[in-house]
Nanobody, 124 residues
Framework: QVQLVESGGGLVQAGDSLRLSCSAS????????MGWFRQAPGKEREFVVS????????YYADSVKGRFTISRDNAKNTVFLQMNSLKLEDTAVYYC?????????????????WGQGIQVTVSS
């Protein structure tokens, strides 16, 4: 069982940056691929970015390529999402997710564990 806790969300202006963190419980964090998903009001949850257990493979949604960067610190059981040049359409609840395999994936059904979500609001 893995427990995930997100932090770092908040209210920012368009063009600003924000860094989300996700801390995971457990001793085999490097065996888990991690992902970030988001859900805007009235919309379905969508894939944002994922990273393999070793950190060597990353996938980004087209909407965030060049602006968002995922990284992980396996020694600290933490994954990060650096979000730059934020846009109004980035406003959503962001969820951290983990799957018990080192290979990354982009579909929500591939992930077994989820955080409670954290709000990111981008204003004009």
């Amino acid at each position: 069982q893995v427990q995930l806790v997100e932090s770092g969300g908040g209210l920012v202006q368009a063009g600003d940056s924000l860094r989300l963190s996700c801390s995971a419980s457990g001793r085999t964090f490097s065996s888990y691929a991690m992902g970030w998903f988001r859900q805007a009001p009235g919309k379905e949850r969508e894939f944002v970015v994922s990273i393999s257990g070793s950190g060597s493979t990353r996938y980004y949604a087209d909407s965030v390529k060049g602006r968002f960067t995922i990284s992980r610190d396996n020694a600290k059981n933490t994954v990060f999402l650096q979000m730059n040049s934020l846009k109004l359409e980035d406003t959503a609840v962001y969820y951290c997710a983990a799957r018990p395999y080192p290979a990354t994936a982009i579909y929500s059904y591939n992930y077994d564990y989820w955080g409670q979500g954290i709000q990111v609001t981008v204003s004009s």
